[in-house]
């Protein structure tokens, strides 16, 4: 059985830290690509940083300088680092697994999210 458990997310001033995991189980974790996603109120769903399997990293441009994913694959977890944290970062964040095998077939992944609230 797969299972995506992120951990982390609270209640932070502007400007604050925090940093995100999330523990994955049931799957040969290193091959995956993971990522972080977040969704606010009312809106859809956003991918905000990834990692693949090789280590190559991507953000998206809001949260690029801010924002830090790594993984370690002794412990079969990802994080995510959060700096300077902006009221418009509160949302839902996801963490997610991705691997597509040479058959072409697909295998996704979803945690059950972390709360990140961001307010004075």
């Known amino acids: 059985q797969v299972q995506l458990v992120e951990s982390g997310g609270g209640l932070v001033q502007p400007g604050g830290s925090l940093r995100l995991s999330c523990a994955v189980s049931?799957?040969?974790?290193?091959?995956?690509?993971m990522g972080w996603y977040r969704q606010a109120p009312g809106k859809q769903r956003e991918l905000v940083a990834a990692?693949?399997?090789?280590?190559?990293?991507n953000y998206t441009d809001s949260v690029k300088g801010r924002f830090t994913i790594s993984r370690d694959n002794a412990k079969n977890t990802v994080y995510l680092q959060i700096h300077s944290l902006k009221l418009e970062d509160t949302a839902v964040y996801y963490c997610?697994?991705?691997?597509?095998?040479?058959?072409?077939?697909?295998?996704?992944?979803w945690g059950q999210g972390t709360q990140v609230t961001v307010s004075s």
């Open positions: 997610k697994a991705n691997y597509i095998a040479s058959t072409g077939r697909s295998f996704n992944y």
């Open positions: 049931g799957l040969f974790f290193s091959i995956y690509d």
């Open positions: 990692i693949t399997s090789g280590d190559s990293t």
